[in-house]
């Protein structure tokens, strides 16, 4: 089982960001998927989680409205597209899918 991460970077505030997740070694399409964030020195928490075929997701409170987390099943892959980004969306980002984590990529918001 493996999932990669692609996408992060350094961004200016108000700016965006497209992350991708591929992932290997399972059945993509019978897993519900999330993307987790680790700012320095908190917790890790989730930003958001969609479901097998993509009709439900949800969002934490903090990046409602300005985040969205899409999945291509024929592609094995999640999204997570980032508009309107804040230094305090500063971390390292990673996917999460059966029972199994990415290695993260960093997202760093800064002018």
């Known amino acids: 089982v493996q999932l990669v991460e692609s996408g992060g970077g350094l961004v200016q505030p108000g700016g965006s960001l497209r992350l991708s997740c591929a992932a290997s070694?399972?059945?993509?399409?019978?897993?519900?998927m999330s993307w987790h964030r680790q700012a320095p020195g908190k917790e890790r928490e989730r930003v958001a989680r969609?479901?097998?075929?993509?009709?439900?997701?949800n969002y934490a409170d903090s990046v409602k409205g300005r985040f969205t987390i899409s999945r291509d099943n024929a592609k094995n892959t999640v999204y997570l597209q980032m508009n309107s980004l804040k230094p305090d969306d500063t971390g390292v980002y990673y996917c999460?899918?059966?029972?199994?984590w990415g290695q993260g990529t960093q997202v760093t918001v800064s002018s």
């Open positions: 999460q899918g059966y029972d199994a």
């Open positions: 070694g399972f059945r993509f399409s019978s897993y519900a």
């Open positions: 969609i479901s097998l075929t993509g009709a439900n997701t």
